[in-house]
């Protein structure tokens, strides 16, 4: 299994482009999610997926779309990048939703927006 | 409101025994997840806590107090590839198992 997998692994957006980070995993998990990771601000949820056909928001939705068409899955889409955006952005999945499980994270995508 | 608090920096030796604490308050608790993150990496799981008490996982063993909101790590055997951030997280009741994370506590193993 790779388990879970993002592309690009960095990127560098001028200010108002759009673009799709890519995520997907090999374990047939049910539950996928987009957190960001900022110095002195944690890790923060921007979407996630309980399901092929379901997403949600999280904390900080605003600027982002998700889709979640197969179970494989969860691409995150910046539709305007902003400097504000320049962030370290982790993919991650869980088996369940439904009961505590440990989550496994992608290698992260570092964008740089300038 | 809803808070989780670590220490920033912590610094031990090789071999030695480091407690890594972290402290919650938040509305509705279902239990309180560890990871560790090295640099530039990834976090990965390490422990789940959802009763009081202590779970051991061979050097890694977690605590947990509902009723004091509090939580820690040890870590036995310190070992150089132990330096790296250890991230708190608690799992909020309803809400889709949503985490609350920490800011992570940074550790430093010198020889």
């Known amino acids: 299994n790779a388990g879970v997998t993002q592309t690009p692994k960095f990127q560098v957006l001028k200010t108002g482009q759009s673009m799709t980070l890519q995520c997907a995993q090999d374990m047939n998990h049910e539950y996928m999610s987009w957190y960001r990771q900022d110095p002195g601000m944690g890790l923060r949820l921007i979407h996630y997926?309980?399901?092929?056909?379901?997403?949600d928001q999280g904390e900080v939705p605003n600027g982002y779309n998700v889709s979640r068409s197969t179970t494989e899955d969860f691409p995150l889409r910046l539709l305007s990048a902003a400097p504000s955006q320049t962030s370290v952005y982790f993919c991650?999945?869980?088996?369940?939703?439904?009961?505590?499980?440990?989550?496994?994270f992608g290698p992260g995508t570092r964008l740089t927006v300038t | 409101g809803q808070n989780i608090d670590q220490p920033t920096e912590m610094t031990a030796t090789e071999g030695a025994i480091v407690q890594i604490n972290c402290t919650y308050q938040t509305s509705g608790f279902n239990g309180l997840f560890w990871y560790q993150q090295h640099a530039g990496e990834a976090p990965t799981f390490l422990s789940y806590?959802?009763l009081d008490g202590l779970e051991e996982k061979g050097r890694f063993s977690s605590f947990l107090s509902r009723s004091k909101g509090y939580s820690y790590l040890l870590l036995k055997e310190l070992q150089m590839k132990d330096s790296a951030s250890y991230l708190c997280?608690?799992?909020?009741?309803?809400?889709?198992?949503?985490?609350?994370w920490g800011l992570g506590t940074s550790l430093a193993v010198n020889p």
């Open positions: 806590n959802v």
């Open positions: 997926s309980v399901g092929a056909g379901i997403t």
């Open positions: 997280a608690v799992e909020r009741a309803g809400n889709n198992r949503k985490l609350i």
């Open positions: 991650a999945s869980s088996y369940s939703f439904s009961t505590p499980v440990e989550q496994y």
